[in-house]
């Protein structure tokens, strides 16, 4: 399955969840990082690194479907 239909695959219902958390993390760290005033260097960090793993997590939470889990299911049995 390449990249494009995977991502237009059906998603399950807890990686949807994990999705919205992930964007969620994504806009609060890109909103720390582009706050107008001066944030000390640590929160600076820190939020960078917020925004970065909620779009990692948002990212693979999409790219996960129906079918993988379907397929990893039977193969447990």
Known sequence: ????????APTPKFFKVLRNIGLALAAVGGTI??????LPVVLVSIGGYIAL?????????????TQDVLRHTKDDK
């Open 1 to 8: 399955m390449n990249v494009i239909k995977r991502a237009k």
């Open 33 to 38: 990082l582009t706050a107008p005033v001066a």
């Open 53 to 65: 793993a909620g779009g990692v997590i948002s990212a693979v939470s999409q790219l996960t479907s």
